[in-house]
């Protein structure tokens, strides 16, 4: 399996509920990917074709985090302007299954919409360290949708 459109013909029903037994265990994605045999972009797509009702996909993060998306939650105006609020809110509730299942995340989680041929960032602020700290306020800690071109 080289590629998406090789994956595509391969996927099953059980290779995703075999996903969902894993995430209920605590296993990250990664760890995932690999007792499923899949890559990173595999394992995405797989996610995004069985989470996500619209042509939304998720790119799985690059690396860990401890960032948790619990502050105020902001979309940049392009971001209004493209997506529907349902596609809106499936990104964020799929962002906080993540922080729920990872215990924490990456500060930069990266969405592409296919029929906005768009691609989209959703950006944390603070993570756990930070938050303990002290030395930020509540207002500094905000999570941002935003169009990768907003950035």
């Known amino acids: ?12 029903d059980n290779d995703y509920n075999t996903y969902l037994k894993l995430k209920k265990l605590k296993y990250t994605n990664a760890d995932i990917a690999k007792q499923l045999n899949y890559s990173k972009e ?13 042509n939304i996909e998720y790119q799985l993060q690059e690396i860990e985090g401890s960032y948790h998306f619990n502050g105020s939650f902001y ?11 349902e596609e809106i809110l499936e990104i964020y509730q ?3 299954d993540l922080v729920v299942q990872h215990n924490g995340i990456d500060y ?3 969405f ?7 691609k989209l960032f959703f950006i944390d602020q603070l993570n ?5 700290s002290g030395q930020y306020s509540i207002s500094d800690n ?10």
């Not at 595999?42 to 619209?54: A, D, H, N, P, W």
């Not at 979309?75 to 609020?85: G, K, N, W």
């Not at 592409?112 to 768009?118: A, K, L, M, R, S």
């Not at 905000?142 to 950035?151: H, I, K, V």
């Open 1 to 12: 399996m080289n590629s998406l459109k090789e994956f595509n013909s391969f996927t099953h």
């Open 75 to 85: 979309i940049t105006a392009s971001v209004q302007e493209s997506l529907t609020p």
């Open 112 to 118: 592409y919409h296919v029929e906005q041929d768009c």
């Open 42 to 54: 595999q394992l995405g797509f797989l996610i995004s074709r069985y989470y996500f009702k619209s």
């Open 108 to 110: 930069l989680q990266t």
């Open 94 to 96: 799929f962002v906080q």
């Open 142 to 151: 905000y999570s941002t949708l935003m169009l990768s071109s907003d950035y």
């Open 128 to 132: 756990t360290k930070m938050l303990e």
